[in-house]
């Protein structure tokens, strides 16, 4: 094994969502710590049982192709950061599925680990690497707990329980975006630290006098705008009652459908946008006249930290929400409605009337809310190795 130095900063390898597919929290803080730790981003299998559809096949197959053929061209990735594609089996639900997941990381992932110099901490969003604690050779377990995965449609209920189970009883730091998932860490018998999500204020300002989008060109304004993925999670009852008594304009649902209810889209003024380049939200936002969250009153999204909250905040426009417990903290600063009479009722009321200054000033305390002051602080309860 490479000799390591324990005073260096501690090298990072990150178990999440693909890098670069979604905006995610986690890959917002480890944007902020690449400048002082090397990291190995490892790009998981995802934990949906796969099924006999279009979005399994297509990601499967996408999958395939970097496991045999991994992009050549990272120039677009940051400096000290590099992408990593082991080959996963696809099932977690049998005991011989998790040896074989076990094996097959182990056996990638251990050389770059021993080539390391430095201390290697391992980070994970996800607890299907659960099996892998104690077989690494990491100096510490790190798990970064973003949603209640037991909760989400689609998701092997049992098998995710079981492995976060074991990764909360075995990870040696654990951190949560909300007061909902701390509650959870706890009933499994583990205190987290609470780290909710961050906001780069300089990317949400968008000043620039540049035309709108191509894809609102044609939709009949006011624009009341969602993104995000689209799925089970979306009220139905919301959007139809808000589709209803709009006399005119249109709301649109942005990003990539994950199963969403069918009956969703029917109403004449919902439009459907795939998703849309992170880069590009802010021109998005800016042609809007509020902005929704449409949420259901859900297991998992009274659990959920919405990671464009803020960001909406972030834009100046009116903000309508479900009430939810990660909504309630920003009440002085957005709408919150618990009916679908309710929700209407409210996006109605900030077409007509746009922010109150009660809101833009409860806003204001965005400014400590900072995506660099959140990977501070992740820095400092995870990775601040004992030098001895």
Not at 23 to 46: A, E
């Amino acid at each position: 094994m490479t000799e390591r130095h324990p005073k260096d900063k501690p090298a990072l390898m990150v178990f999440s969502d693909d890098w670069g597919r979604h905006p995610s929290s986690c890959q917002h803080l480890i944007r902020r710590l690449l400048p002082t730790h090397r990291t190995w981003w490892v790009n998981t299998i995802g934990m949906r049982r796969p099924r006999l559809d279009g979005m399994t096949f297509s990601r499967g197959w996408e999958k395939v192709r970097h496991w045999f053929r991994p992009p050549k061209d990272t120039t677009h990735l940051p400096a000290n950061l590099k992408v990593l594609h082991p080959r996963m089996w696809p099932y977690f639900s049998r005991p011989h599925d998790r040896r074989f997941n076990r094996l097959l990381l182990t056996e990638q992932l251990l050389p770059v680990i021993e080539s390391c110099r430095s201390p290697v901490v391992a980070v994970t969003t996800v607890p299907v690497v659960a099996d892998l604690v104690g077989r690494l050779p990491v100096e510490r377990w790190v798990y970064y707990c973003v949603d209640d995965f037991s909760e989400w449609p689609g998701l092997d209920e049992a098998s995710i329980e079981s492995m976060e189970e074991k990764l909360v009883r075995r990870a040696d730091v654990l951190i949560s975006v909300s007061e909902a998932l701390q509650d959870r860490l706890a009933h499994l018998g583990r205190a987290s630290h609470l780290l909710t999500h961050g906001v780069d204020l300089d990317h949400w300002k968008c000043d620039e006098p540049l035309p709108p989008p191509a894809e609102l060109a044609h939709l009949q304004r006011p624009l009341v705008l969602f993104w995000g993925v689209v799925d089970r999670r979306m009220d139905v009852q919301f959007i139809h009652s808000l589709a209803t008594d709009l006399d005119r304009g249109t709301i649109v649902l942005v990003g990539p459908e994950s199963d969403p209810d069918p009956v969703l889209l029917r109403p004449k003024r919902v439009a459907r946008l795939e998703e849309v380049p992170f880069g590009l939200l802010p021109r998005l936002a800016r042609e809007a006249a509020v902005l929704v969250m449409p949420y259901a009153d859900l297991p998992v999204t009274r659990a959920i930290q919405p990671l464009k909250l803020k960001e909406y905040l972030a834009t100046g426009k009116p903000v309508v929400v479900r009430d939810l417990p990660a909504t309630r903290a920003w009440a002085d600063a957005l709408d919150l409605a618990r009916t679908a009479d309710e929700f209407s009722a409210a996006v109605r009321y900030r077409l007509a009337e746009g922010v109150p200054d009660l809101q833009i000033e409860a806003r204001k305390r965005l400014a400590q809310e900072s995506w660099k002051a959140k990977a501070r602080q992740f820095d400092e309860w995870a990775l601040h190795l004992d030098p001895t």
